[in-house]
C-alpha cells in the first residue's frame, strides 16, 4: 500500500482506539554500532531519533509503517507491506535495552484513548505549499501522548519519536493539534 498523508488515513487511524501498541521497530539502514560517531546520535537514542521508518504493530495485530517525507514536510502512514519489511533494514525494537531509551518501556501496558494530527504552521513561503501534517499524536488511557513526529523535537525535517511534553515550547506555538474522532 503507498504511503500517505495521516488526514488521508483517518479511516484506519480511527481503528486504533481501544488498541494497544504491542510493538514498534525502527528499520536502520546503518548498522546501529556506528550511529553514534557518524550521525552523533547517542546509541541509547537511536530508536527515537534515527531518521529510519518504523513499523508499529498492534494489539489486534495490524501493522503499519510511517516514516517522513521531508517534501511534505510531513509525516506519513500506511498499511505495512513489502516495503516495511522487517528484512528491509537492521531492527531495532522499542524495548531494546542498548539502543532505546527507558522511556518507551512502558508504551505496550495501555490502550489507545484517541489520535490526533498536528498541523505546524507554515513558517515560510516554501513550507505553505506543503502538507505540514508533522505529527501523529497517540494518547494512551494511562495519559501519556506519544508523538511520531517530523522533527517536533527540534524544528528539522527528520523522524523522531517522543512525548508530547518533549516538543519545544517554541515549536509547540507553531502548531495546530486535531484529534480525528472530532470532525
Not at 31 to 43: A, F, H, K, M, W
Not at 119 to 130: D, E, G, T
Amino acid at each position: 500500500m503507498e504511503l500517505q498523508l495521516p488526514s488521508a488515513f483517518k479511516d484506519q487511524l480511527k481503528l486504533w482506539r481501544g488498541q494497544k501498541i504491542v510493538s514498534m521497530t525502527r528499520l536502520l539502514n546503518d548498522d546501529p554500532e556506528s550511529i553514534p560517531s557518524l550521525y552523533q546520535i547517542p546509541e541509547k537514542k537511536i530508536f527515537g531519533y534515527f531518521p529510519s521508518p518504523l513499523i508499529l504493530e498492534l494489539s489486534n495485530h495490524e501493522k503499519f509503517g510511517i516514516q517522513v517525507n521531508p517534501a511534505q514536510a510531513s509525516v506519513m502512514i500506511c498499511e505495512t507491506d513489502g516495503m516495511f519489511d522487517e528484512t528491509g533494514g537492521i531492527p531495532v525494537k522499542f524495548s531494546d535495552a542498548k539502543y532505546a531509551q527507558e522511556k518507551y518501556a512502558h508504551i505496550d501496558e495501555s490502550p489507545i484513548e484517541d489520535v490526533s494530527i498536528f498541523i505546524r504552521h507554515p513558517q515560510n513561503q516554501k513550507l505553505a505549499s506543503r502538507a505540514r501534517e508533522a505529527g501523529i499524536g497517540i494518547t494512551f488511557m494511562n495519559g501519556k501522548k506519544l508523538v511520531l513526529s517530523c522533527g517536533l523535537h527540534d524544528g528539522s525535517d527528520t523522524f523522531s519519536i517522543i512525548y508530547a511534553e518533549e516538543i519545544p515550547d517554541r515549536l509547540k506555538q507553531e502548531l495546530n493539534e486535531a484529534s480525528i474522532f472530532n470532525g
